[in-house]
Nanobody, 125 residues
Framework: QVQLVESGGGLVQAGDSLRLSCAAS????????MGWFRQAPGKEREFVSS????????EYSDSVKGRFTLSRDDAKNTVYLQMNSLKPEDTAIYYC??????????????????WGQGTQVTVSS
């Protein structure tokens, strides 16, 4: 199991920015697919962004594309989610996830085997 710890959440106003961090208990994150998911009250957990295990290729959900940026720092064993132009509908608990490369879509939660405890992001209008 890979231990993941998210941080950086908080309460902000619409249009503001936040940067979430996910620290992992592995030395080589490039061997794993890292992803961010979020879950709002009463809603299903949804895909936000992921980065491939063997490259810097990233994918984003349509709702965040152009506003959020995922990056990976292998030296620090950390992935980041830079969130700009935040909207009230971005309010959710954000979870970091890790998984090994497989044929399962990285946009699907089933592709990940390890999850962090989550960090709350609240955006007021």
């Amino acid at each position: 199991q890979v231990q993941l710890v998210e941080s950086g959440g908080g309460l902000v106003q619409a249009g503001d920015s936040l940067r979430l961090s996910c620290a992992a208990s592995v030395r080589t994150l490039r061997f794993r697919t890292m992803g961010w998911f979020r879950q709002a009250p009463g809603k299903e957990r949804e895909f936000v962004s992921s980065i491939w295990s063997d490259s810097d290729y990233t994918e984003y959900s349509d709702s965040v594309k152009g506003r959020f940026t995922l990056s990976r720092d292998d030296a620090k064993n950390t992935v980041y989610l830079q969130m700009n132009s935040l909207k009230p509908e971005d309010t959710a608990i954000y979870y970091c996830a890790s998984g090994l490369k497989s044929t399962i879509s990285i946009r699907t939660a089933r592709a990940y085997t390890d999850w962090g405890q989550g960090t709350q992001v609240t955006v007021s209008s």
